[in-house]
């Protein structure tokens, strides 16, 4: 066996973690942006967008079970100012938006456990808008900082069991947080595809018959899939779907 030096990644220094997406894309963060390669590191191509430049990348993940990806950067003004932001590919890093921004801070580690929840880390320097963790819960819509019990910067995210999610502090150790049921699911259920618009409709529909019959595919959120209020989801969910769509329009059940 034989190491070979990969070429065309810029100044060849990573920042974070690389990572694989759902389409075998290989996404390289480095000092002087995001890269990517189509074909197993032979060639690369920097990774443009609706990036604040100049930059550096300091995490990517990439959520293949509902095919988004998200990467984080950081920023220094003229002034020695920086800032972190978060961004969002929905197209396999073709297209950026950022999803989110925060002052005076370095967004380092990012996380998406199994029911999409995505957890951001931030290194702290006063005045530090996001004191250690924010988490969005609609795949980076909105975000809410999370930083009771939860002291300094965080490097590292990790999933135990579903809903339970663990973070390393750089000061003072292991903490564990845990999810209520079903935080993934918004209002109604029956957005079984976790589309960014929250939509029910015959995309939902061919995503749960998949799931039941055919590919038997992981769901993005089971709690969405519930869609007659009964635990479990199985052809009653179903029933009730098809009822919405194109029977009774009874709406699904409510997100419990």
């Known amino acids: 066996a034989h190491w070979s030096l990969v070429k065309g990644l810029g100044n060849g220094l990573l920042t974070a973690f690389p ?59 003229s002034q020695f100012f ?13 297209t950026w938006t950022k999803v989110h921004h925060v002052a005076f801070t370095a967004v380092a580690p990012l996380f998406v456990d199994s029911r999409g929840t995505v957890d951001a880390g931030g290194v702290t320097a006063p005045p530090a ?13 909105t975000w809410t900082s999370v930083g009771t019990g939860l002291p300094g910067d965080v490097f590292l995210f990790w999933e135990g069991k579903p809903g ?12 564990r947080l845990t999810l209520p049921p079903d935080t993934c699911c918004a209002g109604m259920a029956g957005n079984v595809d976790c589309d960014l618009s929250g939509s029910v409709d015959i995309s939902d529909l061919s995503t749960l018959i998949d799931h039941l019959f055919i590919g038997l595919a992981p769901l ?14 199985d052809i009653s969910d179903l029933s009730a779907l098809i009822d919405y769509l194109f029977v009774g329009f009874n709406p699904p059940s409510a997100c419990r």
């Not at 759902?22 to 390669?37: C, E, H, Q, T």
């Not at 808008?129 to 819509?141: K, M, N, T, W, Y």
Request: with cysteine; proline share 5%.
């Open 19 to 77: 990572r694989v997406s759902r389409s075998g894309y290989l996404f390289a963060p480095l000092w002087d942006g995001l890269y990517r390669s189509k074909d197993n590191g032979d060639s690369w191509q920097r990774v443009s967008g609706n990036f604040d430049e100049p930059r550096w990348i300091t995490a990517i993940y990439c959520d293949n079970l509902r095919n988004v990806i998200y990467a984080a950067d950081q920023v220094i003004d």
């Open 164 to 175: 339970s999610v663990f973070a390393m502090s750089a000061d003072s150790g292991l903490y």
């Open 129 to 141: 808008v996001l004191p250690g963790l924010a988490r969005a819960f609609d795949r980076g819509s």
């Open 220 to 233: 993005c959120c089971p709690g969405e899939a519930d869609c007659d209020g009964q635990p479990g989801v």
């Open 82 to 94: 920086s800032h972190g932001n978060i961004y969002r590919s929905n197209d396999e890093g073709d």
